[in-house]
């Protein structure tokens, strides 16, 4: 009788770490990917799934282990699929990011920054002030779990505690937990959003099905308790509105630049508050703005980069896709008393030559774009006006393909580039790089 691929188990040397935080192996000429292996470590692995150009593979024993090799501090590691390397010290993760973004220029790229700038990093527990957490009713098991997906994100990690969360979330999950499991109506909550401001902090509850009254009083009560503002999603993001009547007020301070930024519960906000103030000072040293400057601050987002830097430029002009968010920047810049700066909708995916913003010049340019980076834009832009770029990258793969398209198509030099520990203890790569003519 044939084996399955589950009954073969085999020795591995992990040479390297990929780029979702599993270790890399040859094996008989094949790359084979093994979760929970770290480089240098001698493993027993047991084939999972085999591929034509490659294997998956989990660690039945480390044979070997890596010196970098820590013990996780949750016990939900292996399971949960909100972190993979937490089993790796964390000045080990950060080079091991750094890797794969140095991988990325030379692969996809083809640059090489002229020089690697110092990673930016803070406390690795409790950073989460944003969260997704899925939520499913379990009729088998009597219960509803709520926590991030598994690693098989076909099901829902059944989370007591997080440690990665901000704490006012990450100690309270198993109430929340026994909330759900007490409501008549949890079947129809798919999830549940977590947004925390630096006084306030909110859960958005999805719902497909009306809400009885008994549930809303345990909602009510769950918040009061653990003070959380409660808020409904019963449709689209427009939706949303508190169980209760009331405001519900979000804002994070910049105390460098004496500002205060309002968000929404939903809105885009930099998950790390610690690595985003000090990304902020960082990207302000390399563009270094000065009061005769005009900077383009695209995917702008709610002011987060272009307030700051009107504290130092002559004007700034923010462009962002999302209305609200525009709206929202708008707003904080009036709120905190900045008029250099003007801010528009465009689709940065699509045309922009013909929008007025992009006729002008401009000394500098920032960009923020998500995980697709930046590519029909720089098609685009920047003019010949634009002397430096700061590039932040959430997406090594994309800021690597930008990159080649800033050196070779428009005339710049990567100068630097390094990264900044935005998610600690996941796989995820968070990169700034400056480019000069």
Same mark, same amino acid.
């Given at each position: 009788m044939r084996k399955s691929?589950?009954?073969?188990?085999?020795?591995?040397?992990?040479?390297?770490?990929?780029?979702?935080?599993?270790?890399?192996?040859?094996?008989?000429?094949?790359?084979?990917?093994?979760?929970?292996?770290?480089?240098?470590?001698?493993?027993?692995?047991?084939?999972?799934?085999? #591929?034509?150009?490659?294997d998956e593979a989990s660690t039945e024993e480390i044979l070997t282990a890596s010196p970098d090799r820590v013990a996780p501090r949750c016990r939900h590691f292996g399971v949960c699929g909100g972190c993979v390397l937490?089993?790796? *010290?964390?000045?080990?993760?950060?080079?091991?990011?750094q890797n794969v973004l140095a991988q990325n220029f030379t692969r996809i790229g083809h640059?090489?920054?002229?020089?690697?700038?110092?990673? &930016?990093?803070?406390?690795?527990?409790?950073?989460?002030?944003?969260?997704? &957490?899925? !939520?499913?009713?379990?009729?088998?098991?009597?219960?509803?779990?709520?926590?991030?997906?598994?690693?098989?994100?076909?099901?829902?990690?059944?989370? *007591? #505690?997080?440690?990665?969360?901000?704490?006012?979330?990450?100690?309270? &999950?198993?109430?929340?937990?026994a909330l759900l499991n007490d409501m008549q109506g949890a079947a129809s909550i798919p999830q549940i959003e977590f947004s925390a401001g630096d006084d306030a902090r909110v859960l958005v509850f999805r719902h497909l099905q009306p809400l009885s009254d008994p549930d809303r009083t345990k909602l009510? *009560?769950?918040?009061?308790? #653990?003070?959380?503002?409660?808020?409904?999603?019963?449709?689209?993001?427009?939706?949303?509105?508190?169980?209760?009547?009331?405001?519900?007020?979000l804002q994070y301070a910049l105390p460098a630049y004496d500002l205060k930024l309002a968000f929404t519960p939903l809105d885009f906000v930099q998950v790390n508050a610690r690595i985003n103030q000090k990304m902020i000072a960082h990207a302000l040293e390399l563009l270094q703005p000065g009061p005769d400057d005009r900077v383009l601050d695209l995917f702008c987002g709610l002011g987060n980069?272009?307030?700051?830097?009107?504290?130092?430029?002559?004007?700034?002009?923010? !462009?962002?896709?999302?209305?609200?968010?525009?709206e929202r920047a708008r707003s904080n810049a009036s709120a905190n008393g900045i008029g250099n700066t003007e801010f528009h909708v465009g689709d940065l995916a699509g045309a922009v030559r013909g929008s007025s913003w992009a006729r002008q010049d401009w000394d500098l340019m920032l960009l923020d774009p998500p995980r697709s980076g930046a590519e029909e834009l720089l098609r685009q832009l920047p003019g010949k006006s634009v002397r430096r770029v700061v590039y932040v990258s959430?997406?090594?793969?994309?800021?690597?393909?930008?990159?080649?398209?800033? !050196?070779?198509?428009h005339g710049f030099k990567l100068q630097a580039a390094g990264v900044m520990d935005m998610f600690p203890h996941t796989a995820h790569v968070e990169s700034i790089a400056l480019f000069e003519r």
């Open positions: 691929p589950r009954d073969i188990t085999f020795e591995a040397s992990i040479e390297d770490l990929s780029h979702d935080g599993r270790g890399v192996a040859r094996v008989d000429g094949k790359t084979v990917f093994v979760a929970d292996a770290l480089p240098g470590e001698r493993v027993l692995a047991r084939l999972q799934r085999k #591929h034509r150009h490659f937490q089993h790796l *010290a964390p000045p080990a993760q950060i080079a091991a990011k640059v090489e920054p002229a020089r690697w700038l110092a990673p &930016l990093t803070a406390d690795v527990w409790g950073y989460r002030r944003r969260a997704r &957490l899925s !939520v499913k009713h379990v009729p088998k098991k009597g219960k509803t779990l709520v926590g991030f997906r598994e690693r098989d994100a076909r099901f829902v990690a059944d989370l *007591a #505690h997080c440690d990665v969360l901000d704490p006012a979330l990450g100690e309270k &999950l198993d109430s929340l937990g009510a *009560a769950f918040g009061c308790e #653990h003070r959380f503002a409660i808020l409904l999603q019963p449709g689209g993001t427009d939706s949303v509105h508190a169980l209760q009547p009331g405001d519900v007020e980069f272009s307030l700051p830097v009107a504290c130092h430029a002559g004007h700034v002009c923010g !462009v962002e896709g999302d209305t609200g968010l525009v959430c997406h090594p793969a994309s800021l690597a393909r930008d990159a080649g398209e800033l !050196v070779r198509s």
